[in-house]
């Protein structure tokens, strides 16, 4: 059974900084892109940032210059830098794997359970 196990999340106050992690456990082949969303209260779950095996990144605008993803591909796990917090990032934050279980199968596409963020003061 492959899991995504996230942690990091927490309470900061605005300008702060936190750093949010994912490591997918289990027996698997491989994994492709690895990614972070959130979801706020009454919201719809939004990307915040993706990153390729081979470390191409993308950010949704309203993260960009803050926050920052990356990988550790031989500890299968995901990390995203966040920098100067605003209140308005306070959401569950969903780690997200793309993960072929067999070789030579098609990719799956697994969540983790979410990470609470909460930026006030």
């Known amino acids: 059974q492959v899991q995504l196990v996230e942690s990091g999340g927490g309470l900061v106050q605005p300008g702060g900084s936190l750093r949010l992690s994912c490591t997918a456990s289990?027996?698997?082949?491989?994994?492709?892109?690895l990614g972070w969303y959130r979801q706020a209260p009454g919201k719809q779950r939004s990307l915040v940032a993706r990153v390729t095996r081979g470390g191409s990144t993308r950010y949704a605008d309203f993260v960009k210059g803050r926050f920052t993803i990356s990988r550790d591909n031989a500890k299968d796990t995901v990390y995203l830098q966040m920098n100067s917090l605003k209140p308005e990032d306070t959401a569950v934050y969903y780690c997200?794997?793309?993960?072929?279980?067999?070789?030579?199968?098609?990719?799956?596409?697994?969540w983790g359970q979410g990470t609470q963020v909460t930026v006030s003061s």
């Open positions: 997200n794997a793309d993960i072929q279980h067999v070789r030579l199968t098609p990719y799956v596409t697994h």
């Open positions: 289990g027996k698997f082949a491989s994994i492709n892109e």
